[in-house]
């Protein structure tokens, strides 16, 4: 079968298509035949050699597919052939609090990830889809869309009326507008492109800012709060925008921090966390419970995955580097 591997060094230029021998399930796995993965920032880094620069080589890369089951091995009841299925992220993270399962056991490093035509992982690792979306829209949901659910309403959850602070229009980003609104909360969102921003107002988002225009878009965040800020900040910039966030948040509000696209290291003002008594957290995507309580509200409110490009599975290097150039909104998908 073929797959996409990291073979000989790090780089977008050092992911080559490869062949592997088709895998068959064992004792409670299950094969799936995968039609469909979406890019996450970590999938770039990871190529990139900057999430792990450690990690064994060759590699299969991306956490995110979606497909259909092929066979099952014995014991297997989740699933059956013909169910249209997902892998979650960290395969050992069922539920509850997690553990060092959720370092150890996520796909796309350092176990091997979905970019294959078929992958075979053990039942407790699979959900099922929602079946309103395509399969490439069931693909955007592994990372993207259950980091965005953990964030708004495992974390501190989100209730009708308050106001809800997304930073930017990337995969993360358009779940939490999509979540907020079918939540019944009000979405400021923050972007430097004018355009994407006028997507957002059309897909619900109820106040925009230009960050690059307003360089200190806090202040017009407190503004549209009356002064009092938001209820919840998605914070995904990192060390560059997380003091901002902080001044964003209203008192005993909720910062949950699920990006570092502008860095780690930062010299925050801790002075507004102990003043204004907010919640800082992080989501590091999610478990399967959450997974499934996600696809079972995204069925009830027929919610679609915003997808910006599709790309074809020889064409994953085009994919990532369109993601590392920052053009696109919402997620980027590859096909079969």
């Known amino acids: 079968m073929r797959v996409q591997e990291i073979q000989d060094g790090f780089g977008i230029e050092n992911l080559k298509l490869a062949q592997r021998p088709a895998p068959q399930p064992g004792p409670g796995e299950v094969l799936v035949e995968v039609r469909a993965n979406s890019l996450n920032f970590r999938d770039l880094m990871t190529v990139l050699g900057r999430y792990n620069p450690n990690q064994r ?15 099952v091995g014995d014991g297997v009841t989740r699933v059956k052939p013909g169910d249209r299925v997902a892998g979650i992220f960290a395969q050992q993270w069922l539920g509850g609090t997690p553990g060092l399962e959720v ?8 176990l091997d990830g979905m970019l294959a035509e078929q992958v075979v992982l053990h039942e407790d ?57 079918a939540a019944g909360a009000r979405v400021i969102i923050t972007s430097s492109s004018d355009d994407k921003l006028a997507r957002a107002r059309e897909l619900g988002a109820d106040e925009t800012i230009n960050y690059r225009n307003t360089p200190d878009w806090e202040k017009p965040v407190l503004d549209l709060t009356d002064g009092l800020g938001v209820d919840h900040v998605v914070e995904v ?56 309580r996600m696809n079972r509200a995204i069925g009830q409110h027929r919610i679609v995955p915003i997808v910006d490009q599709v790309f074809a599975f020889d064409e994953a290097g085009k994919a990532l580097e369109l993601m590392q150039r920052g053009a696109h909104f919402g997620k980027i998908v590859i096909g079969r």
């Open 57 to 71: 080589l060759p590699l299969i890369p991306l956490s995110d597919g979606a497909g259909e089951v092929r066979a």
């Open 103 to 110: 370092r150890t056991s996520t796909l796309g490093g350092p």
């Open 125 to 181: 690792g699979l959900v099922k889809v929602p079946e309103h979306l395509s399969d490439g829209q069931a693909a955007t949901l592994p990372c993207a869309a259950v980091t965005a659910w953990h964030a708004l309403m495992e974390n501190d959850r989100l209730m009708p009326g308050q106001t809800v602070l997304v930073q930017g229009t990337g995969g993360v980003s358009m779940f939490a507008l999509q979540f907020a609104k």
């Open 237 to 292: 910039g990192g060390a560059g925008t997380f003091g901002k966030s902080l001044e964003s948040v209203r008192i005993a509000g909720t910062v949950t921090v699920i990006g570092v696209l502008s860095g780690f290291a930062t010299e925050a003002n801790l002075r507004p966390i102990l003043m204004k008594a907010i919640r800082v957290q992080g989501a590091f995507v999610g478990s399967r419970q959450m997974f499934e």
